[in-house]
C-alpha cells in the first residue's frame, strides 16, 4: 500500500530509502536544498559521482548513492525554471517527478522523499507546483505502484498548501 504525506522536516533527516534532490541540469551543487543535500552527504563524494553523470535534462533524473545520509540513494531531479507557465514547464515538472519515482522502483525502494521541485530559486509558483507534485505522485501510485512518498517542507505556509491541496479530489 503506498500513501503520500507532507511533514515540516529537513529532507536531509528523511529516514526514506530515497531522497530528491531538486538539481540543476549540470548536476553542480547550489544552494538551498541542493546545498543542504551535498553537505549532509559529503560534498566531494557527492559532487565526484554527479561529476561521472555529467548531466540530466530539465524533466528527468539521475541516480546517486546517498553517502553520509541516512537515505541509501540520492535522485537528483531537474524541474523547470519557471517562465510563464506556457513553455511545458508544468509537463517538465510532472516528468522531474515521474522519473524520480521510477528510479526508485528501480532500486527497489520503498519510501522516497521530496522537497517541492522548482518552487524556490527556479521561481515556480508554490500552489501550482504542489498540484503538479500531488497529481505526477497520485497517478504513479494510480498504476499499481507501491512506494511511500513524504514531502519535506520547512516551513508552515507551506505545508499547510501542501496539505490543502494533497487533500483535494483528483483532478
Given at each position: 500500500?503506498s500513501?503520500i504525506?507532507?511533514?515540516?522536516?529537513?529532507?536531509?533527516?528523511?529516514?526514506?530509502?530515497?531522497i530528491?534532490?531538486?538539481?540543476?541540469e549540470g548536476?553542480?551543487?547550489?544552494?538551498?536544498?541542493?546545498?543542504?543535500?551535498f553537505?549532509?552527504?559529503?560534498?566531494?563524494?557527492?559532487?565526484?559521482?554527479?561529476d561521472?553523470i555529467?548531466h540530466?535534462?530539465?524533466?528527468s533524473?539521475?541516480?546517486?548513492p546517498?553517502?553520509r545520509?541516512?537515505?541509501?540513494?540520492?535522485?537528483?531531479?531537474?524541474?523547470?525554471?519557471y517562465?510563464?507557465?506556457?513553455?511545458?514547464e508544468p509537463?517538465?515538472?510532472?516528468?522531474?517527478?515521474r522519473?524520480?519515482?521510477?528510479?526508485?522502483?528501480?532500486?527497489?525502494?520503498?519510501?522516497?522523499?521530496?522537497?517541492?521541485?522548482?518552487?524556490g530559486i527556479?521561481?515556480y509558483p508554490?500552489?501550482?507546483?504542489?498540484?503538479?507534485?500531488?497529481?505526477?505522485?497520485?497517478?504513479?501510485?494510480?498504476?499499481?505502484?507501491?512506494?511511500?512518498?513524504v514531502f519535506?517542507?520547512?516551513?508552515?505556509a507551506m505545508l499547510?498548501q501542501?496539505?490543502e491541496?494533497?487533500?483535494e479530489?483528483?483532478a
Open positions: 500500500m500513501s504525506q507532507i511533514e515540516k522536516i529537513s529532507i536531509t533527516d528523511l529516514e526514506t530509502d530515497a530528491v534532490n531538486a538539481a540543476n548536476l553542480w551543487a547550489g544552494g538551498g536544498v541542493c546545498g543542504a543535500i553537505r549532509a552527504a559529503g560534498h566531494q563524494q557527492l559532487q565526484d559521482a554527479c561521472k555529467g540530466c535534462d530539465t524533466g533524473a539521475v541516480i546517486t546517498g553517502f545520509l541516512k537515505a541509501k540513494f540520492i535522485i537528483h531531479a531537474v524541474g523547470p525554471r517562465c510563464d507557465g506556457q513553455h511545458d509537463k517538465q515538472l510532472y516528468g522531474a517527478y522519473r524520480s519515482l521510477e528510479l526508485a522502483v528501480e532500486n527497489d525502494c520503498e519510501s522516497i522523499g521530496f522537497p517541492l521541485i522548482s518552487a527556479f521561481g508554490a500552489k501550482q507546483a504542489w498540484q503538479v507534485a500531488i497529481q505526477a505522485c497520485r497517478d504513479f501510485t494510480e498504476e499499481g505502484n507501491t512506494i511511500n512518498i519535506a517542507v520547512l516551513d508552515d499547510r501542501g496539505q491541496i494533497l487533500g479530489e483528483p
